[in-house]
């Protein structure tokens, strides 16, 4: 949840870069309560006399620039330009592909966050 989090924080923030896991976890809690609202929105639409369900329509909406987000940053990651995330099939591998190591033209490591940012000392801890 903590990654999911993490991405609405960033709500619109195109730079940098965002570990496997900050994107997977976001696509597994996004795909989650997307569903909730479509089973809210079944639930409310049989109750009523027709219409249809608007908060699954809203919630995307609301999530598509962070969505958008975190694709262009998974991208960064493996040393590739946001736009690779428009190349279906390829994408997905590059989503799946493990990030470069250490600093790239995109920023630092994020998986070395606690080092580049001078944490040491929790570094060690953990």
Partial sequence: MKWYLKVLRQYADFN??????????????????????VFIDGLITSMSDGGFGMLNLIYSLAVLIPGIAVAVRRMHDVGKSGWYMLIPIYNIILAFTEGEKGENQYGPDPKNEDLVTGDIARHLVE
């Avoid at 870069?17 to 309560?33: D, P, T, V």
């Fill in 16 to 37: 940098g870069r965002a570990r496997r896991s900050e994107y997977w976890y976001f696509a597994l809690f996004n795909f989650i309560i997307g569903m909730a609202f």
